[in-house]
């Protein structure tokens, strides 16, 4: 990989990753049923970037640039032209520790720097053990809601069920 | 717009402008019938970038950047929560002059810098006028074929059509 090691000596790499990921990164918190979770819920935060096949070694370049995360693929064997790669970072260490200052360092242009806030203060409330909570978990689950253009309807649901205290689980 | 000139005024602006056009800038050269034209096909190169509403104010940044193209909005009245805005440039002088020069020397690191090549060699072919030739024409169908993971199919029939003489038109 000595090209993208090139590549991210030249000058401004750090502004063209922002630009990149202003354009294609996608902060999320996902919030999902898992019985075997404490309160019966379990928040995922994910910082990812996908592109089709033919520019995939960029997503090479930041897990260089960024030293963490992985890099996958979705075959596609429908009529798209080109399979999906996709470079995901879900370690909380690494979002705390790699993802989260480089951003506060180099800020985001676009509106992604308000999903980075809120992406940003999900993980340190996590880093808190505050999703654990039943009230964390309530607030971590309001801020998802109106990340990423979500509707409002789908999620309010789960919402609405964090508020209930937690159900035994049949295992 | 003084905020906007600040932020370009940032180191670095340049390449935040590279990585936020290999995301999310179109490089095109569409091909329609247009009768009045002399080989009865219109060649329209178009550099665009796209954003939804929350995120349209670095379409002005870019604007002012170039110091071309316009910005305009697409209203959505469905379902979708913003309306798109889009930044375009389409003068064949400011792609020349500004566009193609700021991309030749701050190079873009994705698959787009092959639709960039392509897009260029059709705007210098147009500089030669080699669009108003049946030759050049077809070259230039050809090329727009390969770009965008555009479906062949569809736009083979055109460049077959150009290679036929020109069919007088009723107007």
Do not use: Y
């Given at each position: 990989m000595t090209g993208a090691v090139n590549q991210q000596?030249r000058?401004?790499f750090?502004?063209w990753v922002?630009?990149f990921?202003?354009?294609e990164?996608?902060?999320?918190?996902?919030?999902?049923?898992?019985?075997?979770?404490?309160?019966?819920?379990?928040?995922?935060?994910?910082?990812?970037v996908v592109q089709a096949a033919p520019s995939a070694h960029v997503l090479d370049d930041l897990l260089q640039f960024f030293?963490?995360g992985?890099v996958g693929v979705?075959?596609?064997?429908?009529?798209?032209?080109h399979d999906m790669w996709r470079w995901?970072?879900?370690?909380?260490?690494?979002?705390?520790?790699?993802?989260?200052?480089?951003?506060?360092?180099?800020?985001?242009?676009?509106?992604?720097?308000?999903?980075?806030?809120?992406?940003?203060?999900?993980?340190?409330?996590?880093?808190?053990?505050?999703?654990?909570?039943?009230?964390?978990?309530?607030?971590?689950?309001?801020?998802?809601?109106?990340?990423?253009?979500?509707?409002?309807?789908?999620?309010?649901?789960?919402?609405?069920?964090?508020?209930?205290?937690?159900?035994?689980?049949?295992?």
């Open positions: 000596e000058p401004g750090e502004q922002v630009g990921v202003d354009g990164g996608c902060f999320s918190v996902p919030v999902f049923r898992q019985p075997s979770a404490k309160l019966g819920w379990q928040v995922q935060p994910e910082f990812a030293g963490c992985r979705n075959r596609r064997r429908d009529n798209h032209h995901s970072v879900r370690s909380l260490v690494d979002l705390r520790e790699r993802i989260i200052p480089f951003f506060e360092e180099h800020p985001l242009r676009t509106a992604k720097a308000r999903e980075f806030e809120k992406f940003s203060l999900v993980v340190r409330m996590m880093g808190e053990r505050r999703h654990l909570t039943v009230e964390g978990l309530s607030h971590i689950a309001g801020l998802a809601e109106t990340m990423n253009f979500r509707k409002p309807s789908r999620f309010l649901e789960s919402s609405e069920a964090i508020r209930q205290p937690p159900q035994p689980t049949l295992r």
